[in-house]
């Protein structure tokens, strides 16, 4: 697992925030039970698209590797995963370690640094939940779409900004039904579809 000290783009609350709560990631009943829970519909989301098998993926903002050990795992060709939240990085990298899964590295670099770094390099970009996370969303849009090669094929993720998402992600989800840690979004960074469909065709992607 490499790291890379030219930091940006990042909010150190939420580094924290995470890095707190690294010992978590896998555990499929604790405070990332929601993120077990819709990863196989990710999953198969992105292969049914993509057509992970023999690609080469990145998995941006990875977090504890739920995401990319489950491509790495449906034949991906090789996948990296990014974040700047190492203790994260290093519970993804012992997860992947211990289950014998060999196709698959982590680097703690921002996606901004590796784009300028492995431009058009892989076949598939994935970045769920992580554009909230960041000061700088569209910095980092434009830059997966530069990771991507020419014919490759970008996706994201992320909640949209209206009065429901209030309602069920931070309301409901944190609060009453403690299904994420409170404090894990805030909604005033949530993005809306229209928004994130001008970051993509801004970033030179096709929607």
């Keep these: 697992m490499n790291q890379q000290q030219q930091h940006i783009n990042v909010d150190q609350s939420e580094i924290d925030k995470f890095s707190r709560l690294a010992d978590q990631w896998w555990d499929e009943n604790g405070d990332f039970k929601s993120l077990h829970d819709i990863n196989p519909l990710r999953l198969d989301y992105i292969d049914r698209h993509a057509h992970l098998a023999g690609k080469t993926v ?20 090789s996948v990296l995963g990014i974040d700047m939240a190492e203790k994260s990085l ?21 996606v901004e640094d590796l784009a300028a770094e492995m431009p058009h390099t892989f076949d598939v970009v994935s970045c769920m939940e992580m554009l909230e996370h960041v000061p700088d969303p569209a910095s980092v849009v434009r830059a997966c779409a530069k990771l991507a090669k020419p014919d490759g094929m970008v996706f994201f993720s992320t909640i949209n900004r209206n009065p429901k998402s ?7 989800a ?34």
């Excluded at 990145?58 to 060709?77: F, P, T």
């Excluded at 209030?166 to 409901?172: R, T, W």
């Excluded at 009453?176 to 229209?194: E, S, Y």
């Design 58 to 77: 990145l998995d941006v903002g990875c977090g504890g590797g739920i995401l990319a050990e489950s491509m790495a795992r449906r034949g991906a060709a």
């Design 90 to 110: 290093q519970a993804a990298a012992a997860h992947a370690q211990n289950n014998g899964v060999d196709n698959l590295a982590y680097r703690c670099v921002s």
């Design 166 to 172: 209030y309602v069920h992600a931070i309301v409901g």
């Design 174 to 207: 944190e609060y009453l039904l403690r299904m994420v840690p409170k404090g894990t979004h805030d909604w005033q960074k949530f993005i809306a579809p229209a928004e994130l469909a001008r970051m993509c065709r801004q970033g030179g992607l096709d929607v």
